[in-house]
């Protein structure tokens, strides 16, 4: 993002569990999903900015060990612009966006719910509150077998 904005600066803050030790998936989709929901987020975040000076736009990650149902909980956090709650239930529906065309084409958490849910067997919620920000959790199994 900082290659289209020559001003964007997110500060990125990461907290990892360090006990998680190995999970069973296929990198490249898992990668591609955070991609996808961390570049949102940035965005998010980002565009708050914009209209809040005094704002320093922020996207936290969060790993966490769910050792008692074996799974692994990833969050996303940002304090962004947030996401309306009379869309909020459409934003895992493909093709739709609130971007400009020129901007998204609102496959993006389309894929990411697919690659989490579908061909891993994950969990993926949203929790937002405009003007606030907002929480993606994904939850992967770590030893499941994975989907096609």
């Known amino acids: ?6 001003d964007f600066d997110v500060r990125l803050v990461t ?3 360090n006990s998680i030790g190995q999970v069973n998936l296929i990198a490249q989709y898992v ?7 961390i570049d949102n987020a940035c965005q998010a975040a980002y565009e708050k900015s914009l209209t809040e000076q005094v704002l320093k736009p922020e996207v936290m990650i969060k790993t966490k060990n769910l050792v008692a149902n074996g799974s692994v909980e990833i ?4 304090n962004g ?3 309306p709650e009379n869309i909020l239930d459409r934003i895992f529906d493909p093709f ?3 971007k400009p065309p020129d901007k998204g084409t609102g496959v993006g958490l389309y ?3 697919d690659l989490i849910v579908n061909r ?4 993926i919620e949203v929790k937002s509150q405009p003007d606030i920000g907002t929480i993606f959790t994904i939850v992967l199994p770590k030893n499941d077998e994975i989907g096609g």
């Open 15 to 17: 907290e990892y569990d």
């Open 111 to 113: 894929f990411a719910h």
């Open 75 to 78: 969050t996303v956090q940002d």
């Open 1 to 6: 993002m900082q290659y289209k904005y020559n």
């Open 81 to 83: 612009v947030g996401i």
């Open 31 to 37: 990668s591609r999903a955070l991609i996808n929901i």
């Open 120 to 123: 891993h067997g994950g969990q």
């Open 96 to 98: 739709f966006t609130t």
